[in-house]
């Protein structure tokens, strides 16, 4: 039998495991947030950042996607969080991110993406887009909503349109 990874992004099911009946034919985590780290570098100026993610394979690629490049353009990461898959409460790792550095990545997916903006703003104030950084959790459809004006202007990671894009160009893409 032969397996098709139509869309996982953690690194291990071909870098680690390397079955032979398993096949990749789209990006990973790392791959999709690499560009991140120029553009915080870069564009950004960030000189210094925090990481948070989920405690799985997928976040830490996506993690490591970011670190490296951000790493190779002169940047340094000074803290790394990483909550248990499934966390409810964010409030203790939220504490943990420090505010002294020039911004954030943030790893954190489903439904523990707004539960922990919402504990880092109780617990650290207002969130600032420039100074965030999310992988493509960031743009699930439906978060878009909750995110709101206080994230608009951050960048987000990728794989591709977003799942509700209907412009010609998307559709186009989607047909052929």
Known sequence: KTFVDGS????DTTLKVQAPNFFRFNGDGAQWNAGLGDIAANKLGWK???VVADDYSFAWTSAAGFIAEFCAAGGQVTKRVFPPLNTTDYSSYAQQMPT?????FV???GAGLIPF???YEQAKGPIEAKKFIGNLFWGTPGQFEQ???RVSGA???G???AGDLDTPAAQDYATN
């Open 159 to 161: 794989a591709g349109t």
């Open 100 to 104: 002294d550095v020039d911004g954030t």
């Open 8 to 11: 996982a992004g953690a690194q």
């Open 107 to 109: 790893a954190v997916g």
């Open 155 to 157: 960048y987000i990671g």
């Open 147 to 149: 995110l709101g004006p």
């Open 48 to 50: 210094t950042a925090a």
């Open 117 to 119: 903006l919402k504990a």
